[in-house]
């Protein structure tokens, strides 16, 4: 995701120009941010807790079935009540990697409502401070932030951050073991911050998907959440289970510090 540190507060159209302007920088982070940096995939994470004789997976087994996650960052917003109620009448459960400043801070009821509903609740820092730039308190800080209100809000302390722009190094994978999250990166971008277009959103999901993958879209601009029940409909077609980033890793567990990538 292209940086929205301290753009937050102004209107989705006034950050959209930075968003372009950092979109090639930030579309290569999932090949080349982590490049030092060893990262696990959902199969392989599956495949060692096999091998420990771990057995704990829900509803749905990813080892057999065709699993794809749905994640949403830089929520709550506006638009979220509306995702929400199309992702109950899908019967899809997603991951929301949120964000705190004027978001969390913004929308308590929607944390509360997306926690209630079965879906993921998880950190994407606390005001989007890209995390390799500041120094390990700030770090501790952006991390920190967002899981004790997520905590009050719900009861329950996120496990799982997304950095963002995808953009980690060994002082923030040791900050995030410490703190009891794992990273989680994608393989799937629509670029919604650069289009309104839901129709290009959704084609280009559709185009890039495939079994174990980990899609990124954000729920605060406004032609993300009209493309997501086309992109639903069309991947149950091809035979695609939604699951939420802990059910594509299990049986295995998300572990502190770990930093997993289709």
Do not use: N
């Amino acid at each position: 995701m292209p940086s929205l540190t301290r753009k937050m507060k102004r209107p989705v159209a006034g950050f959209r120009a930075a968003a372009a302007i950092s979109a090639a920088v930030a579309l290569a982070l999932p090949l080349t941010g982590c490049a030092s940096m060893d990262t696990t995939a959902p199969s392989a994470a599956r495949a060692h807790a096999g091998a420990a004789g771990q057995a704990e997976f829900g509803a749905v087994d990813c080892r057999k079935a065709k699993c794809i996650a749905l994640t949403f960052d830089a929520g709550p917003s506006e638009h979220s009540a509306r995702l929400l109620d199309i992702l109950k009448e899908k019967k899809v459960k997603a991951t929301f990697f949120l964000l705190g400043k004027r978001h969390i801070e913004k929308y308590p009821e929607l944390v509360r409502r997306m926690a209630d509903e079965g879906h993921e609740v998880a950190s994407h820092t606390w005001d989007h401070k890209i995390l390799t730039r500041i120094p390990p308190a700030e770090i501790r800080e952006e991390l920190r932030r967002p899981d004790d209100e997520i905590e009050r809000l719900t009861g329950h302390r996120p496990t799982l951050m997304r950095p963002p722009q995808g953009r980690t190094d060994d002082t923030v994978r040791k900050i995030a073991r410490e703190e009891g999250l794992a990273e989680i990166l994608w393989s799937v971008t629509a670029k919604d911050y650069l289009t309104d277009d839901p129709d290009l959103i959704r084609e280009r999901v559709l185009q890039q998907s495939s079994r174990d993958g980990i899609i990124l879209l954000h729920d605060l601009y406004p032609g993300t959440v009209p493309a997501v029940p086309g992109i639903i409909d069309a991947l149950k077609e091809r035979g695609y289970v939604f699951v939420t980033v802990p059910q594509l890793l299990a049986p295995g567990r998300a572990e502190p510090g770990t930093v997993y990538r289709p």
